[in-house]
């Protein structure tokens, strides 16, 4: 697999700028493994070259090694709708991505049931310049929405990921807050109580402009890709943080934020301690 670059409505890659994406994907895979919806990436000959599980298991198939190296058109696209939506795969390749950024169309399961999904498309480009791939973000159009009742299955997925996560929506709102993420707090003596409360009133010390990144994220719909250095309790603090947008139709309602260590200084704190 080599790159990424954007994922519409769940998670969302706009060109970042990013000089190898290929080790972003590598970063990414496991957390984009689990999102809700299909997540899929085709090669110019719509080929599968990676959909996600929640992807494999809405397509009722047992595992990816079903589906990739296949393509997408004749395994998973209706016969009577499979020729136009080659049309539309074919013009997106050919860099005419604006018309078809957002698509219905019908997908066909292993267990032949019809499901209707909108997709979020975009394209990844190679070193030439010239659009090599597709990458698209599908939803069944019942389900457009970050439901509730799935925020316990992604709590269990969050809580065994390395990275701090955290959650928050329009109004800043602390909504999720992951193990890893309680732990830097008890750390850096900050307090565990946190959902529902603002997170610029949990963190302080939080510069003006990444409260400008969150706005931005919310207003444009694009991943946030930075590096931060912060010195709080005395420690200073190397990370890396994506900030990623939840959509609702067209509306981005949630931020999901992925905060990566990059000098292990909580990871060495916290086991001196232990």
Not at 130 to 149: A, C, D, L, R, V
């Amino acid at each position: 697999m080599e790159e990424l670059t954007r994922l519409k409505n769940i998670i969302v890659f706009k060109d970042a700028e990013i000089k190898n994406l290929k080790n972003e994907i590598e970063k990414l895979k496991n957390i984009i493994s689990f999102f809700p919806g299909i997540i899929v990436i085709l090669d110019k000959y719509g080929l599968i070259e990676f959909i996600n599980k929640e992807g494999v298991e809405i397509l009722h198939y047992s595992s990816e090694e079903e589906l990739i190296g296949k393509n997408w058109f004749d395994k998973c696209i209706p016969e009577n709708i499979r020729d136009s939506l080659k049309f539309v795969f074919n013009k997106i390749i050919e860099g005419h991505i604006e018309e078809s950024k957002y698509y219905e169309n019908l997908v066909e399961t292993k267990i032949k049931t019809l499901k209707l999904i909108g997709w979020r498309n975009s394209y990844i480009k190679d070193e030439k310049g010239n659009i090599s791939k597709t990458i698209s973000y599908g939803i069944e159009i019942s389900k457009e929405s970050f439901e509730k009742q799935k925020i316990g299955d992604y709590i269990k997925i969050f809580d065994i990921l390395p990275e701090a996560i955290h959650i928050i929506d329009r109004e800043f709102k602390i909504l999720f807050f992951n193990k890893v993420f309680e732990k830097w707090n008890k750390i850096l003596g900050f307090t565990t109580d946190v959902i529902g409360k603002k997170l610029f009133d949990i963190f302080p010390f939080l510069p003006e402009k990444v409260k400008e990144e969150y706005e931005k994220v919310f207003n444009t719909g694009d991943i946030l890709i930075t590096k931060e250095k912060n010195f709080i309790s005395g420690k200073e603090i190397l990370t890396e943080t994506r900030k990623i947008p939840i959509f609702e139709k067209e509306k981005v309602i949630n931020v999901i934020t992925f905060i990566r260590e990059i000098a292990d200084t909580l990871k060495n704190y916290e086991d001196n301690i232990l």
